[in-house]
């Protein structure tokens, strides 16, 4: 069974951090890509960035500005997404998600339909 867990988020003050982690299962974790999305009440889920993990290729959205770190433990299976100098507007439900990308030639992708699996998220609450 695929199963994706992220866990660590919580509530910080403007300025804060806060490190993600995506524990992945029951897949080939080296041929896929795991992307990082965000979905904040009454807006759409959008793509914070992506890790292929065949090339270690990454892909930042331009919002993320340098804040934002993802980096990836294949041996372990585990996703990490480092969340620095946080904003109020970075509240969200933040998800990991993977992408089998091989038979479609996609290798980078914060397309949400393009993924396959995803996990439940975890909230990351910003206060000012």
């Known amino acids: 069974e695929v199963q994706l867990v992220e866990s660590g988020g919580g509530s910080v003050q403007t300025g804060g951090s806060l490190r993600l982690s995506c524990a992945a299962s029951?897949?080939?974790?080296?041929?896929?890509?795991i992307g990082w999305f965000r979905q904040a009440p009454g807006k759409e889920r959008e793509g914070v960035g992506c890790?292929?993990?065949?090339?270690?290729?990454?892909y930042y959205a331009d919002f993320v500005k340098g804040r934002f770190t993802m980096s990836s433990d294949n041996h372990k299976k585990m996703m990490y997404l480092q969340l620095n100098s946080l904003q109020p507007e970075d509240t969200a439900v933040y998800y990991c998600?993977?992408?089998?990308?091989?038979?479609?030639?996609?290798?980078?992708?914060?397309?949400?339909?393009?993924?396959?699996?995803w996990g439940q998220g975890t909230q990351v609450t910003v206060s000012s």
């Open positions: 890790i292929s993990s065949s090339d270690g290729s990454t």
């Open positions: 029951g897949f080939s974790f080296d041929d896929y890509t």
């Open positions: 998600a993977a992408l089998d990308g091989r038979e479609r030639g996609i290798n980078l992708s914060v397309v949400p339909d393009e993924y396959d699996y």
